[in-house]
């Protein structure tokens, strides 16, 4: 079973993210912030196949939480999760231009495709 971390702030949406995905039969751990996700990376010993993450956190963002996912581990993919369009997030630096980004509000059909193209 594929497993994904959903890192979001706002407890509706990352709730939303679970059952979405859980729904689809992959496993979701859930963090609020940065701290959370890295401590739960920390504690198991199973690997993520894929990490989803709103672009800004509290204290971290969420492209700032990839890169350190990426210096402990092995390549993670990422979906940022943002209410600001993609070409502003480029331009402002916040994302890489081939980043993946759902800008919110998303559909659950949206996210359970691109779930599916990076993971199956």
């Known amino acids: 079973?594929?497993?994904?971390?959903?890192?979001?702030?706002?407890a509706l949406v990352r709730m939303g993210i679970r059952h979405?995905?859980?729904?689809?039969?992959?496993?979701?751990?859930?963090?609020?912030c940065a701290e959370d996700a890295l401590r739960l990376l920390h504690e198991t010993e199973r690997p993520v196949q894929l990490l989803i993450a709103d672009l800004f956190l509290p204290g971290y963002s969420g492209s700032e939480l990839a890169g350190q996912l990426r210096g402990e581990r092995?390549?993670?993919?990422?979906?940022f999760i943002s209410a600001h369009p993609?070409?502003?997030?480029?331009?402002?630096g916040w994302i890489a231009p081939d980043a993946r980004l759902l800008q919110k509000p998303f559909a659950n059909e949206d996210l359970v495709a691109l779930v599916g193209k990076i993971i199956g």
């Not at 079973?1 to 706002?10: A, C, K, Q, S, Y």
């Open 1 to 10: 079973m594929p497993r994904i971390l959903v890192v979001e702030d706002e």
């Open 86 to 92: 993609r070409d502003l997030a480029v331009r402002k």
């Open 74 to 79: 092995t390549e993670i993919p990422s979906i």
């Open 20 to 32: 979405s995905l859980e729904g689809i039969g992959h496993e979701v751990l859930e963090a609020s």
